[in-house]
């Protein structure tokens, strides 16, 4: 069986200036040189994605431009909405979908997120799609519930062939911003149970070829204990994303784990 490639994405969320982000770029396409062992991407705020993109493209960097929301529809009067055509225009490649702050903060339901994922992937972008639950679910004894509730309404319509540019990151509520990390036991059961419920959706080679990324509090002194997990191909990082030096550290722990059979 051929090895998932460990996959890290940085998710800048509302943060850093224009300058800031273009710095923190330039950082990353200097001090990532671990392309073929480890994919990686950014998702900067969308008034600085062209600027992101170019100064990724300047270093002919492997690092992939993604964006953190969009509007299903192709184009009209949805004021304040980005469309993924427009995306693609800058350069993005890659979408966030059914993010935690943007499911329990904005308030997007599952069947919005459905559609969401559905366009993007039909525009020929990729696709991650986040799940997790939230604590009080998690103390009900709700966990694999909820995820696997939210994995199969996201995916919903979604063909085996589309599969190949999904990645699922699991990102449990409760762990993301409060330096709260799931323990890497805790997190590789669930990431166990999300890959048994794509080999239920779909069938076992596509739940084996599926990345699944973990999301909440992941830094450099616990990224190589939870990527060392079978079923954990990398993280979703917020705050340590920030940070060039930290996210490079998080990057290397994912490509260490390269080479490892799936
Ligand atoms: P933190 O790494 O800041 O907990 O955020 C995780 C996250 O939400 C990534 O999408």
Not at 38 to 57: C, D, N, R, S, T
Not at 215 to 231: E, I, R, T, V, Y
Request: hydrophobic letters at 40%; glycine letters at 10%; charged letters at 20%.
């Amino acid at each position: 069986m051929a090895a998932r490639k460990p996959y890290v994405g940085g998710n800048w969320k509302m943060n850093l200036n224009g300058r800031e982000a273009k710095e923190l770029a330039t950082a990353l396409a200097d001090g990532f040189t671990l392309g073929d062992q480890a994919e990686a991407a950014v998702f900067p705020a969308f008034p600085y994605l062209e600027k992101v993109g170019q100064a990724l493209a300047a270093k002919s960097s492997s690092i992939k431009l993604g964006a953190q929301d969009f509007y299903h529809q192709p184009n009209g009067a949805y004021t304040g909405e980005v469309s993924l055509a427009m995306l693609k225009d800058v350069g993005a490649s890659v979408v966030l979908v059914g993010h935690s702050e943007r499911r329990h903060v904005i308030g997007e339901p599952d069947t919005l997120i459905n559609d969401k994922v559905l366009a993007a992937l039909e525009t020929g972008l990729e696709v991650i799609l986040c799940i997790g639950e939230k604590i009080d679910q998690r103390e009900a004894d709700k966990t694999d519930h909820i995820n696997t509730g939210q994995l199969g309404y996201g995916l919903a319509g979604v063909s085996e062939a589309q599969m190949a540019r999904v990645t699922i990151a699991y990102e449990p509520v409760w762990a993301i911003g409060t330096g709260k990390t799931a323990t890497p036991q805790d997190a590789q059961d669930t990431h166990k149970v999300v890959r048994q419920a794509l080999s239920f959706l779909y069938n076992d080679d596509i739940a084996n070829a599926v990345r699944l990324q973990y999301g909440g509090s992941c830094k450099p002194s616990n990224a190589a204990d939870l990527f060392a997990q079978p079923d954990i191909d990398g993280g979703l990082i917020g705050g340590a994303s920030l940070k060039a030096d930290d996210f490079l550290a998080i990057l290397q722990a994912a490509a260490d784990k390269a080479g490892v059979p799936a």
